[in-house]
């Protein structure tokens, strides 16, 4: 819009009035901006009041039940805003039902709401008869556009109207406090607090304390609502209002503040952890933020922001994803998939580098976490770069911290096989892997699901049925080259010994047997795939590694002979092994790279035995097994070794 044009002055913003600022004495400085949480306030969850009177439907009291015993009470709100009795029967009703049929705690405090009108506080103070700890909401508002609109009140007749109604809250729980017992707290709620002058708001305040404070119960302090009935000034301003009221009245240590925010410029939540930083207590909400128009403050996203600042808000999220159903259920809404904490993407990324990164960060974690566990010494703090806080404590898993699309790189697609069937696959193989996904995703047009991530790497590395790998592991026998030469007992063969390997593998589903001889098992492997096969190939990178409990993989880089690998392992050919057997894990790896570069007309040589290892680049000389011996178990024994194959298809069928 331009201003300057002779339209300005259809200016829409020219309509509203910034916000007045709070009378602080000249040169006050503000507690708020300087103070950090340490405690949890206290919370009272009005889903059933608050955020029932704004939806569409409803909740009947079949549901209202539900969300009280399934989120409410399992979350653990001490206090709990269950109806607006006056509003109709079966409002009332459901207060009568909660309390005969016993479903409440006894350190769980009822709150009901009622106005300041006589004939509506009997009816609902009467709909708690027998509770054990009840708080009587009381409201009506105090603002000057509502003292003007709606009630034609002048500030003496607000006061008069509000005292009048504290006399009836009073004498009537004194009534039912002497027939049943009943704890009675007085929750007295100024509508509209944040629009309304401070100083009336204190005086106000102050005729309540006065007059509340006859009563008699153990518990006499008066609960102060301070509501931002609709939000329409910064959190700043709501802060300052809170202080300002905290610092003004009377006897403050009979007062617990309340926070009541509601939404409207989308900052409840700020101004709900602002307010707190200003004196208040208590915070009243709903879960997932329902209530009127956009909502009351979310009593979720507070108390979660409290908990990864190292504060416990006292309440039980660790089956997060369970409160997020059934409240969704009970209010009929939908929640947007990137709502703090509780949407279905927040705990996932998709961009390349941020997957890079929570790789990184989860390894490094995992590792710092097990020098405390084996040190007993510093704590396992939580920190995974784009990851706040651990899902896990919230009931999700990592399984979905990455997804895979267009945006991903390497790490992504790396992470998730590692998650899922535990390969921590070797750098340059994240390179040539990721192009196999890409491939796929753009064959598919699909999202690379984690199943579809796996998938991809059972098919391109020889573990599926369905992956058309022309060759697969059988059983491998090796054998030292004399009976006085042998294989050591830490793996390693001396170099003047040769082994002979005979394999039997599987060739486009036929049986067949290649025999081999050389230094070390792999070589000879490799000499069994050239002279019987007709398969030439230099090996290239191999790394070994331990998997899970029983598990030894190895990953292996080939390249076709004569064929130098490309610098970034873009387009390298793997193969992978996975056995308690080291050597058997070898030699699978090599057979499943193989498959790769088979001619398509593989030559059937008869066997042919080769009795000098070749000096060739690439050629695999011994292999220590001292590492994969590290890793777990060891890895051979004098004498003749004789593997079969485990059945991968089986192992890894996730
Ligand atoms: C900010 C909040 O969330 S406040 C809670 C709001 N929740 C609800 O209103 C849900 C339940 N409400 C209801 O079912 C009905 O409004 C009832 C049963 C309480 C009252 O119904 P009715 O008697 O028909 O009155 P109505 O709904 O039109 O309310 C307006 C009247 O109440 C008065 N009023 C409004 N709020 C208050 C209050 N807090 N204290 C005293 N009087 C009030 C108004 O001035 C108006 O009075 P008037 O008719 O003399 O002008
Ligand atoms: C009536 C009070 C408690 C309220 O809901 C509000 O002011 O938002
Ligand atoms: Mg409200």
Sequence with gaps: MNLSSPAASSDPSTKYDPY???????????????????????????DLRDGNQALINPMNNVTKLELFRSALSLIGFKEIEVAYPSAADTEFNFVRSLIENNEVPDDVSLQIITPARADLIERSIASLAGAKKAIIHLYNA??????????????????????????LVKK???????????????????ETFSQTEPDFAVELGNRVLEEWGKARFDDDRVTFNLAATVECAPSNHYADMVEYFCNNINQREKCIISIHPHNDRGTAVAATELALLAGGDRVEGCLLGNGERTGNVDLITVALN???????????????????????????????????????????AFAGTHQDAIKKGLDLQRKRWEVVDNTGAGRKTWAVPYIPLDPKDLGYGYENLIRVSSQSGKAGAAYIIKEILGFDIPRRMQVAFYNVVQQESERSSREMTAKLVSD?????????????????PGTFEIRPASPTSAISDDGTITPTDLVTVIAELFIDGKSRTIQGRCKSPIGALRDALYADLGIELDVGERVFQKVGDEGLATYIEVTPRGKTPSKSGAGSIWGVGLSANGMESECQALIRAASNIVPTDVVFRRPKMIFAPRSTPGYPMPTDYSSHIRAGRAASQHGVQSFRSSTPEISLQG
């Design 306 to 348: 409290l908990y990864s600042q190292g504060v416990s808000p006292n309440l039980d999220f660790s089956d997060l994803p369970e409160i997020v159903k059934t409240v969704a259920r009970c209010n009929e809404m939908s929640l947007p998939q990137r709502y703090p904490y509780s949407g279905a993407l927040v705990f996932t």
């Design 20 to 46: 007045p600022l709070v009378p602080f004495p000249e040169g006050y400085v503000r507690r708020w901006p300087t103070q950090r949480a340490t405690v949890s306030p206290t919370w009272l969850s009005t």
């Design 172 to 190: 009537l729980t004194e009534k039912e406090t002497a027939r049943s017992g009943t704890h009675f707290r007085l929750n007295y709620c100024f």
């Design 456 to 472: 991809a790497f059972r098919g391109a590395y020889g573990f599926l049925p369905t992956s058309g790998a022309r060759l697969r």
């Design 142 to 167: 105090v603002s000057p556009l509502f003292r003007e609109v709606v009630f034609r009140n002048s500030k003496e007749q607000t006061i008069d109207l509000t005292l009048n109604a504290v006399k």
